[in-house]
């Protein structure tokens, strides 16, 4: 089954299934996760990364981010001077409710400021075929959908205004991974200049075409149904071009017969609707194989064929009106290489995609979302997942010192880990009626205990200082 088997397109995009919550997450604990353990690093800072990182962060977790370029976003880079307001470049729309920003924010005592704009369905849409011109509306031609516009804003935007400033000092830019050597215990990554940084877990979530182009290396083979997923994924490429002219000529949205494909998508759009402003921007968007005319060319010889093509629809208003335009060919972006995985991709592969590797690596990004993907709050879904899946893979952490005993939250209940200066207490596990089953006051920090090893009886952990004056745990392991 394919994913417009299970989704009906009702946009010009597509919608997207709307991302909602799996795990509750909370920011109130101010504990630190990693004080037993090395960081939980994350590799690559766009929605994904920058999600990972949040939510990592409002878990008290111990996190570092790696960013490959030189700033954060990724596909929801923005360029800032071609208008009034911010053109989109790569992600644009919100496809679907408005919740979805909430739902990433996963704060209820935080207010969401950020405008967006449906459109109205008596808006005009075009449609060109056979060198005739069709003014419908957009009801008409697509029905009803979700899709919505930023107003003075953008997904960049937002992330900046509410996902970016808890993480910012964690983010390291100009550092791209080449290598995962997940082998042991520790993890070691290296980057392009040989510096390597030491992981108790990894979060990846670059882009689907990196791993494709075998970017990284890992030491161990990744496991065949993820090779597999990998190289047979169909990642579309991706063009956006932006027109400024001096009057409105085009409706809202232009289609044409090859607009929704198999192999790709193409569309015009206005992209200055609902902003607040007297520019005339019409957008691009094509992906895939439509993608390929424009992609071949540069320059003023890519301006020129665009407004040839628009001079044939609207009787050469085009060339009249034209001022200037702008680019992004997302096929040549550095680290990026892509636009994203396409809409017509068995379920399977993202499926394969978002797998964990031996508990170590964890994975998210539009593509690694078997809901649905390919929009930025499939990329925020999937990192919620990967950072539940990761967080309950780490062992409960009890850290000692000498003036306390400090439980960490409880992650995975079956594997407890305890770490510090066990000097003067003593560590034993013991039965019901306090009698000994385990003394492990000996060995050295970290001790692991995993309870699936225990007896099936009820079991605990006592940790007491020698002395019987300082701080004192009891845990129950086993029920």
Known sequence: MKRKDFIKIMGILGISIPFQPILSFSNNNTSSVGTCSKPIFIIGAGAAGMTAAYLLGQQGANFQVLEASSTYGGRMKINTSFANFPIPLGAEWLHGPVSILSN???DSNVSINTVTLG????????????????????????????????INSSWLHFYQTYILPPISQNITYNKQIVSIDY???????????GATYEAEKVIITVPLKILKNGVINFSTSLPTSKQNAIQNANVWGGIKVFLKFSYKFYPTFLSFP?????QGQLYYYDAAYGQNTSSKILGLFAVGQQAAAYQALTGNALKDYILAELDQIFAGAASIHYISHTVQNWSTEPFIESAY?????????PYQLKQAVNNKLFFAGEAYNDNDWGAVHNAAEAAQIAVGDCLNSLPTDIVVSATCIDLLPERNPNKFRICGDFTNYTIQIIYTNGSQYQNLSNQSSPIIINTNNLPSSPMFLKIQNTNNLGPKLIQRLKY
């Open 119 to 150: 459109y109205n369905p008596q808006d005009t849409s075009g449609y060109y075929e056979n060198n005739i011109l069709y003014i419908d509306t957009i009801a008409n031609d697509f029905g009803t959908f979700e899709d919505r516009k930023f």
């Open 104 to 106: 990433i924010v996963n």
């Open 258 to 262: 090859n607009s929704e494909t198999s």
């Open 183 to 193: 082998q042991n215990d520790i993890i070691i990554l290296t980057d392009q200049n």
């Open 341 to 349: 995985l396409a809409d017509v991709e068995n379920w399977t592969i």
